[in-house]
């Protein structure tokens, strides 16, 4: 309920307990507390997951445009990224649902509450590199554009005031020395807002630490205050990835994730504010499915990089082409076993990444001008968040057909996850083993789920 802000607020508690408190509710948030312990959990599970004989035929359809064949699942490498490699160790190597994770034992009573879990560290942020991103933004480009435009109009007023000797000439040469004069002391209001711009990407990314635990990611930034959060994988509902021209030079990215409850401040949801293409992989693979496919990071970098239709991702049709001069071949979808990614950007590149089973609902969207070159818009509904997974002017048929297909997927999917916490070893292992079941027992005649929620707008 924080989205709307009506989070349960409790103050003035020393660090110690704080700390503690907190790591307990997260061991519970996670499953991973005593309530968690009942016997049988395992089978239950296990039976959950059995019980849906031939869903995942959903799932196993033809290779179409847009959609990514089956691959091998990797659990240590799901993104081509060695975990080993990933971060310098900070703690006891712990990963979620290991005996060593920090989890109480079944006799530890209610009232036990764990140790702050150490963990993993996976992403450590430069202060030069943080100082270097934020120059390297639209703000200091908007300043300098506005700065350049007052002083070439002071320049070129006194330079024809000076040499012109007709009225017109003067004229003009007041008039350049005039619109130069305002210009620059309009800028001291712009440069305050630019300077709390900074303060703020500053402060958010100062000191920015990622360390992955048995509870989540902890996040750890703050440059007068330090704020200290976990997230969850278990409530990430949608990943944004984010390339802004100026940053290309340096192959810097920025992260951004929609997570339920945090509301639409870009604050809490930002998972990494500058890093690198290994980082980036790095804090995705930990925070996202595995994309189940033969190679995910050539995936991955074809998602964030490449236009047109090599990787397996869709582009704009021509009939677009007056819509999306610029960004036509690099708007596109790709679908995988496990996720739906949506590529977009040009001056600001953007790769989308949703997975099947946090899908609430799916629409499409349609205008005049859209009608008659037969485009329309798909959308992912998703809980308030600092962005939506959208892809604009696309073949109204290839959309149709994500449209039915994303939506009976998801339908699926939903029903094979565990909403309340992400998979253990235990639960990967009982969730393959049902979709093995599954794929041997499937009739292809059969009739397929039907389709989840979904609207159409025109």
């Given amino acids: 309920a924080e989205g709307d802000g009506t989070a349960a607020t409790l103050a003035f508690l020393k660090k110690s307990e704080a700390e503690k408190l907190r790591?307990?509710?997260?061991?519970r948030a996670a499953g991973r507390g005593p309530s968690a312990q009942r016997p049988g959990a395992e089978a239950d599970l296990a039976h959950s997951a059995g019980s849906d004989d031939g869903a995942h035929a959903a799932a196993e359809t033809s290779a179409a445009p847009g959609q990514a064949p089956y691959g091998t699942r990797a659990d240590t490498a799901a993104y081509g990224v060695d975990p080993d490699a990933a971060g310098t160790p900070s703690g006891p190597q712990t990963s979620p649902g290991s005996p060593t994770s920090g989890s109480p034992t079944p006799d530890a009573g209610m009232t036990a509450a764990p140790?702050?879990?150490?963990?993993r560290e996976i992403v450590r942020v430069p202060l030069g590199r943080l100082i270097g991103s934020v120059v390297c933004g639209w703000g200091t480009i908007a300043v300098l554009a506005l700065l350049l435009v007052g002083v070439l109009s002071l320049a070129v007023g006194l330079i024809v005031g000076y040499f012109a000797g007709d009225d017109l000439a003067s004229t003009m040469g007041a008039v350049s020395t005039v619109i130069g004069a305002i210009s620059l002391p309009a800028l001291i209001p712009a440069g305050i807002g630019i300077l709390t711009v900074y303060y703020s990407q500053l402060s958010s990314g100062f000191g920015f630490t990622a360390t992955m635990t048995s509870v989540g990611l902890r996040i750890r930034y703050g440059l007068l205050e330090t704020t200290s959060q976990?997230?969850?994988?278990?409530?990430?509902?949608?990943?944004?990835?984010?390339?802004?021209?100026?940053?290309?030079?340096?192959?810097?990215?920025?992260?951004?994730?929609v997570v339920a409850g945090y509301g639409a401040g870009e604050k809490r949801s930002l998972l990494l504010p500058?890093?690198?293409f290994e980082e980036t992989m790095r804090i995705t693979a930990e925070m996202f499915?595995?994309?189940?496919?033969?190679?995910?990071?050539?995936?991955?970098?074809?998602?964030?990089?490449?236009?047109?239709?090599?990787?397996?991702?869709?582009?704009?049709?021509?009939?677009?082409?007056?819509?999306?001069?610029?960004?036509?071949r690099r708007r596109g979808y790709l679908t995988t076993p496990s996720?739906?990614?949506?590529?977009?950007?040009?001056?600001?590149?953007?790769?989308?990444?949703?997975?099947?089973?946090?899908?609430?609902?799916?629409s499409l969207d349609q205008g005049p001008l859209q009608r008659r070159a037969?485009?329309?818009?798909?959308?992912?509904?998703?809980?308030?968040?600092?962005?939506?997974?959208?892809?604009?002017?696309?073949?109204?048929?290839?959309?149709?057909?994500?449209?039915?297909?994303?939506?009976?997927?998801?339908?699926?999917?939903?029903?094979?996850?565990?909403?309340?916490?992400?998979?253990t070893a235990q639960e990967l292992q009982e969730f393959e083993k049902s979709i093995t079941q599954s794929d041997a027992e499937d009739d292809p005649d059969s009739p397929r789920v039907p389709a989840g929620e979904g609207s159409v707008s025109g």
């Fill in 23 to 27: 790591a307990d509710i997260m061991e």
């Fill in 115 to 119: 140790e702050p879990v150490e963990g």
């Fill in 274 to 276: 500058v890093g690198t």
């Fill in 374 to 423: 037969k485009l329309a818009d798909i959308h992912v509904h998703s809980p308030a968040g600092p962005f939506r997974a959208r892809l604009k002017n696309q073949s109204l048929d290839a959309v149709t057909w994500l449209f039915n297909a994303e939506a009976e997927q998801a339908a699926v999917a939903r029903r094979l996850s565990n909403r309340h916490h992400w998979m």
């Fill in 339 to 362: 996720t739906l990614m949506f590529r977009d950007g040009r001056l600001n590149r953007q790769l989308t990444m949703v997975p099947h089973e946090r899908i609430q609902s799916l």
């Fill in 230 to 257: 976990t997230v969850p994988p278990g409530r990430v509902q949608a990943l944004l990835i984010q390339q802004p021209i100026v940053w290309r030079p340096f192959k810097w990215h920025r992260v951004l994730v």
């Fill in 289 to 328: 499915p595995d994309l189940a496919v033969d190679h995910p990071e050539e995936v991955f970098a074809e998602g964030l990089r490449g236009t047109g239709t090599e990787g397996g991702f869709t582009q704009g049709p021509r009939s677009a082409r007056y819509f999306d001069p610029l960004a036509r």
